[in-house]
């Protein structure tokens, strides 16, 4: 997951080229819906385990498993710390940092018993929906979460010297990039550049 995230960050940092006009950005979507998928397999072997444990117990080396488990929970609680902070930006982030507190979950669940991996199943489900519904969703090119297109169209249309505005389309092309296109009518040509300007200000306050 770790790996993943870093190729997704190295990726969307790369040029634009004739071929992808707007670089690799994308990428970060993508493996943070691969991310998604990645977990939810991870559930399903823990609850394949889960029940298997349940009616078949067998004996375990206690002692050992306790310290592999307390070393894991340690090392993976302090890692989704670090990605807290930049969890609900970056959805590449989110992803990386819902892996780590899903393995720093899974070892308190190895510490319990069976039953407790059932609930640490249902949890990671639970955090997992939002991750995959976004990714699947920037995938698509829907709209990103937090942007309502048709408080785009009033904050456009409310900029000096627009007289209309048509066909509106928000994307996203990374993670934490949105893009827009629209059909923008002015009321005065020889404004245009002025009008651009002022619309670009203030589809920035509102994260495109």
Known sequence: SLLLAMLAFRLAQAHATPRYTYGYKKSTVLISLLNSVILLVAVGVIVAESVGRMLHPAPVEGGAIAWTAGVGVVI???????????KDKDLNVKGAYLHMAADALVSVGVLVSGVVGLVVAAVIVA????????SLRLSLDGVPVGIRIDEVEKTMEAVPGVKAVHHIHVWAISTTENALTAHVVLAELPR?????????AELETAGI
Do not use: C, H, I, P
Request: no cysteine.
């Open 76 to 86: 993976n609680g302090f890692t989704a710390w670090l990605f807290m902070k930049d």
């Open 127 to 134: 955090s997992v929906w939002s991750l995959t519904r976004d």
């Open 192 to 200: 245009m550049e002025t009008v651009k300007r002022q619309l670009k």
